[in-house]
């Protein structure tokens, strides 16, 4: 069903699909799409990005969120250090707390969840901004116990990330914040 849908699209883009035999394993699918006079506006993400050199410890099972949250957050000129393992992630920011301005994490992870990532940075003393990123809204976190604290859904748009992170970073650099 996803290939007849890209072929469609493809087709009414005045393009055209080409699944190409290979004898190596795997299959590879070719699509050619006119070229266009139109210049492209700028980029969502670009507009009104908001970014800084702060370092930013990031936790996230999965390696393509990672790995995409990471570039994004880099582009924007911070200092990433990224884990997927949530364990790991922890020892690291034990290791040395203020290496760190801010912790971003997943909230559903095997071996440690979102919130045992929090509890385990608060336990350190550390008052610096967390922001979870997740699909799943967990009903009993609680919130007051781990600011300053932000929780974003899942798919998080790139432009409302960096916002968030610039506003919890600079937050936390207001005189008696």
């Known amino acids: 069903l996803g290939l007849s849908v890209v072929a469609n699209l493809v087709t009414e883009m005045g393009g055209r699909l080409t699944i190409l035999d290979n004898a190596e394993p795997g299959t590879c699918i070719e699509v050619l799409l ?5 210049v492209p506006d700028a980029a969502p993400h670009e507009e009104g990005a908001l970014g800084g050199s702060d370092r930013i410890l990031l936790v996230d099972d999965e390696i393509e969120v990672v790995t995409t949250c990471r570039k994004l957050l880099e582009r924007l000129g911070y200092n990433v250090d990224a ?8 020892e690291a920011y034990e290791a040395d707390p203020e290496r760190y301005d801010l912790v971003m994490t997943d909230f559903v992870m095997p071996n440690m969840n979102g919130e045992e990532v929090c509890r385990a940075i608060r336990a350190q003393g550390a008052d610096c901004p967390i922001v979870i990123c997740t699909a799943y809204r967990p009903g009993t976190l609680n919130q007051n116990t781990l600011k300053p604290l932000r929780i974003l859904d899942k798919p998080v748009d790139p432009n409302q990330l960096s916002r968030v992170v610039r506003a919890m970073l600079d937050a ?4 008696g914040a």
């Not at 884990?83 to 922890?90: E, F, G, I, L, S």
């Not at 936390?172 to 005189?175: D, I, L």
């Open 83 to 90: 884990y997927t393992d949530p364990v790991a992630a922890v």
């Open 34 to 38: 006119p070229e266009s006079d139109l």
């Open 172 to 175: 936390g650099q207001e005189p």
